[in-house]
Nanobody, 123 residues
């Protein structure tokens, strides 16, 4: 599967953005999907993940109550709705997908990655 992330941009503290991850092919529904981010000078970190069916999700503590992960298998697209953005959310955001047996928060569990989209939050 090929993934393409989009929707990043420059916003102010407290604003919202919705990232999209468009997947090629008809098999998107077979993959768990996740979002990771990497801030300048830092390691890539887990943000949120959603199961194949969309019935199970996981989120990093830092985004709970602010970010919502969802997917539309009919459209082969995943989403990350980001509300209440903070300067510390500034990063390149990547979507990832894989057949992993159980929903994972580990980057190594995902073999397929999008190219990343930059989110910049200014105070």
């Amino acid at each position: 599967v090929q993934l393409q992330a989009s929707g990043g941009g420059s916003v102010q503290t407290g604003d919202s953005l919705r990232l999209s991850c468009a997947a090629s092919g008809r098999t998107f529904r077979l993959y768990h999907m996740a979002w990771f981010r990497q801030a300048p000078g830092k390691e890539r970190e887990f943000v949120a993940a959603i199961s194949r069916s969309g019935t199970s999700t996981k989120k990093a503590d830092s985004v709970k109550g602010r970010f919502v992960i969802s997917r539309d298998n009919a459209q082969s697209t995943g989403y990350l709705q980001m509300n209440g953005l903070k300067p510390e959310d500034t990063a390149v955001y990547y979507c990832a997908a894989d057949y992993v047996r159980s929903l994972s928060t580990l980057a190594d569990a995902y073999a397929y990655w999008g190219q990343g989209t930059l989110v910049t939050v200014s105070s």
